[in-house]
């Protein structure tokens, strides 16, 4: 089935460090989420993305993330400065439409580790 | 706000046993759209279930759930464990209205032979 691609899957960044976690969403796809995920905790929204723009986010996404999709390739979500809250799996996800009529892809997370 | 309780944190069970995972949520929208999602080991987490509709049993790979609205609750059944079964389980709550999908904690499944 369509697949979400997250690189890599593990990333060690020093706090105050700048870092991109990547996604290779569903190739038609056109709405692109960021979840955050602490260890033991729920998936958590942090913002989604569509036709360029940021449509809607959460508390969570603070002022040091930013998201962008450039020239129609990699949905990336940048942190600068990362802290050491950030410490997170990430997972990317995409869909056609809406979540109320298509399914929302999920990829295999990106476990984010600030030190 | 929106929120998604998941009571069971682990559940073990015997191969053939039936299987229930509890999922209740709280929302202010009177049409929420319900899901359960499956990440098996070192895998994404995928749609197994969704529904829309109250009191309408919804069916996928063996599984099934009924929204019931009256009670908040949209239980995850299955007649017949198997050993493949074994994964983690999220009930997911949406308004429709927004894109946002609210988790819960999520059930590890373990069946044993």
């Known amino acids: 089935g369509p697949k979400v691609l997250q690189i890599p899957s593990h990333q060690i960044i020093d706090m105050g460090q700048m870092v991109t976690l990547n996604c290779d969403p569903v190739?038609?796809?056109?709405?692109f989420y960021w979840y955050k995920q602490i260890l033991g905790q729920q998936m958590e929204f942090l913002v989604n993305f569509y036709n360029g723009k940021v449509m809607e986010k959460s508390k969570l996404f603070k002022d040091q993330f930013s998201v962008e999709r450039p020239d129609g390739s990699y949905f990336t979500l940048k942190i600068q400065p990362t802290a050491l809250e950030d410490s997170a799996v990430y997972f990317c996800?995409?869909?056609?439409?809406?979540?109320?009529?298509?399914?929302?892809?999920f990829g295999k997370g990106t476990r984010l580790t600030v030190v | 706000g929106d929120s998604v309780t998941q009571t069971e944190g682990l559940v073990t069970l015997t191969e053939g046993l039936p299987v229930m995972l509890n999922c209740t949520y709280q929302?202010?929208?009177?049409?929420?759209?319900l899901f359960w999602y499956v990440q098996h080991l070192n895998e994404s987490p995928r749609l197994l279930l969704k529904s829309f509709t109250d009191n309408k049993r919804t069916e996928h790979q063996g599984f099934h759930a009924t929204l019931h609205k009256s009670s908040s609750s949209f239980h995850l059944q299955k007649s017949s464990a198997q050993l493949s079964d074994s994964a983690l389980y999220y009930c997911?709550?949406?308004?429709?209205?927004?894109?946002?999908?609210?988790f819960g904690d999520g059930t590890q499944l373990v069946v044993k032979p």
């Open positions: 190739s038609n796809h056109l709405y």
């Open positions: 997911a709550l949406s308004e429709g209205s927004n894109n946002r999908i609210f």
């Open positions: 996800a995409s869909s056609l439409g809406g979540v109320a009529n298509t399914e929302v892809f």
């Open positions: 929302t202010i929208y009177s049409n929420p759209f």
